[in-house]
């Protein structure tokens, strides 16, 4: 997968297929809230592994009973790449 | 456990049986670095067991294979308690 930056109209257009994602400081972020800490611990190993096959690998943050999700691409002048969009959309699979 | 906040001079007594963690504002922290992502995560759900046993959550950071766990007591005016230290010492007990 490229890790070419994607355009601003790149970017709007693949949010509008990812809900609850939002774009600023040149990352995609999005934050789950669970019924507990152990839950949100489970989301994020999920999310771990989603990461790990593709090597591309989020941010991630716990804090009590919510996960955040932060992409963004090293490789690409830590801009948002297709690999950050495709990330998101299999964590919102996993998540949603 | 006290939810009062600790005086300065005791917390610096803490942090001398507490190698790698730091205090600034009004947290403790500290980063462990492990082989790969999923020892990472796998950490992070230690650290959330050793929360959960004492209703006490550490703010918990993954970046790759960086794990930050940040404590604080929000029933102590966010400040730092006796309920940090302990979760700290718990903490470096499990992945020091």
Redesign the interface.
Known sequence: MSDQPLTGAEIELALSDLPGWTHEHDRLQSTWTFD???QA??A??GV??L??RRNH?A??????NKLTVSVTTHSAGSKVSAKDTELAQAVSALLD
């Open positions: 507990g800490h152990l611990l489970a994020a190993t771990g592994l990461s790990e690998h941010d991630l943050t716990i804090n009590y």
